[in-house]
């Protein structure tokens, strides 16, 4: 990865450390001067045209008075928000200036009021935005065609298990 950095981004050329943790993406937090950044290898697909979509609602949410901030793809030296890990396993990679912020705990529920907030507040804004692309993605109203394999039941099973982990959760907290 150091090889792929110094290639499209010289002036992050800066020590890599590879993070563990996320399935569909290789994570590496990047040093370089004064300066923190986040390499993502995406690792599930191969799909330039998704990650240029991904890219553009980033960019076009950037503009918007928003209360938190939005990852933003550094350029490359060729002005792309991407570029090619090799030809031969047709990854594709991009950087982003590090965004300080704190994980939430598990055990602690109070992330939860405010991520709510954050992603009404998302969605609110994501319904407003017009793109002059055509979405890559198929839209999650479209489950069935979209993920044939989360059928209705697997899906109520999914969203009950979750609730009555949260549950416990919060009950754990107000003991």
């Known amino acids: 990865m150091e090889a792929v950095l110094r290639r499209n981004w010289p002036e992050w050329n800066g020590t890599l450390q590879r993070r563990t943790g996320g399935w569909n993406n290789t994570t590496y937090f990047v040093k370089s001067g004064g300066r923190s950044g986040v390499l993502r290898v995406y690792d599930t697909?191969?799909?330039?045209?998704?990650?240029?979509?991904?890219h553009a609602v980033l960019q076009a949410l950037s503009k918007q008075?928003?209360?938190?901030r939005v990852p933003m793809p550094i350029r490359t030296i060729t002005g792309e928000t991407l570029a090619q890990v090799d030809k031969d396993s047709g990854k594709y990679v991009c950087?982003?200036?590090?965004?300080?912020?704190?994980?939430?705990?598990?055990?602690?529920?109070?992330?939860a009021h405010s991520?709510?907030?954050a992603a009404g507040e998302l969605s609110a804004v994501l319904a407003t935005l017009n793109l002059d692309m055509t979405p890559v993605y198929r839209p999650y109203y479209a489950l069935q065609q979209s993920y044939p394999l989360c059928s209705?039941?697997?899906?109520?099973?999914f969203c009950l298990k979750t609730r009555r982990s949260l549950s416990r959760?919060?009950?754990?907290?107000?003991?």
């Open 45 to 54: 697909h191969r799909d330039r045209d998704k990650i240029e979509f991904e």
């Open 65 to 68: 008075s928003l209360s938190f």
């Open 95 to 111: 950087l982003f200036e590090y965004i300080e912020g704190i994980s939430p705990l598990e055990q602690d529920p109070s992330f």
């Open 115 to 117: 991520f709510g907030e």
């Open 152 to 157: 209705p039941e697997v899906i109520q099973g």
């Open 169 to 175: 959760i919060y009950m754990k907290s107000c003991a």
